[in-house]
T-cell receptor
Framework: DSGVTQTPKHLITATGQRVTLRCSPR?????VYWYQQSLDQGLQFLIQ???????AKGNILERFSAQQFPDLHSELNLSSLELGDSALYFC?????????????FGEGSRLTVL | DAKTTQPNSMESNEEEPVHLPCNHS???????IHWYRQLPSQGPEYVIH???SNVNNRMASLAIAEDRKSSTLILHRATLRDAAVYYC?????????????FGKGTKLSVKP
């Protein structure tokens, strides 16, 4: 158990819909990262927040957005869903802004878009 | 970001040592070498990281070449639970992008 909690574990929805994925980082961790893992693209970094502020952006689509709340939990919002958005979405957390140390990953949220 | 090259797959027998290689010929002086692994149906899991010197922890050892252009993750006695995809990643500590760029990794199979 990494200490990172993601909900829901599984989600099935239709094209055009909007979903929200939630992540609770490990206690004391200030950084939250979101990753997408699909069969053809592997693990892709989406976005990072540090103590409520956006710190880095990766391959995140404009239809996707995220935020980190004062209690440090984070939400990833996916809208106008397409079939290609079906993937595993992982949240990770770390203590520091940088990544010299360890990232702790949650078990992921599996999104299926039909 | 500097790139890494790993074999697509490797096989090992249970209870034997495993040496997983990684080439990173364009590594910069401030790049840390990280290793993560992903077991089936789980999120990635940190294994080890280092900068210049060899590193040991309870999971594995990391051997870094003197010129830092390659490194080897060593599992001293492979178990069935070590079957996973192993990712070698370079990360520049303190950069504005605190993210890990995962490549395709090495899929390790462990035979009983």
């Amino acid at each position: 158990d990494s200490g990172v909690t993601q909900t829901p574990k599984h989600l099935i929805t239709a094209t055009g819909q909007r979903v929200t994925l939630r992540c609770s980082p490990r206690s004391g961790d200030l950084s939250v990262y979101w990753y997408q893992q699909s069969l053809d693209q592997g693990l892709q970094f989406l976005i990072q927040y540090y103590n409520g502020e956006e710190r880095a952006k990766g391959n995140i689509l404009e239809r996707f957005s995220a935020q980190q709340f004062p209690d440090l939990h984070s939400e990833l919002n996916l809208s106008s869903l397409e079939l290609g958005d079906s993937a595993l979405y992982f949240c990770a957390s770390s203590v520091d802004r940088g990544v010299a140390g360890e990232l702790f990953f949650g078990e992921g949220s599996r999104l299926t878009v039909l | 970001d500097a790139k890494t090259t790993q074999p697509n797959s490797m096989e090992s027998n249970e209870e034997e040592p495993v040496h997983l290689p990684c080439n990173h010929s364009t590594i910069s002086g401030t790049d840390y070498i990280h290793w993560y692994r992903q077991l089936p149906s789980q999120g990635p899991e940190y294994v080890i990281h280092g900068l210049t010197s060899n590193v040991n922890n309870r999971m594995a050892s990391l051997a870094i070449a003197e010129d830092r252009k390659s490194s080897t993750l060593i599992l001293h006695r492979a178990t069935l639970r070590d079957a996973a995809v192993y990712y070698c990643i370079l990360m520049n500590y303190g950069g504005s992008q605190g993210n890990l760029i995962f490549g395709k990794g090495t899929k390790l199979s462990v035979k009983p």
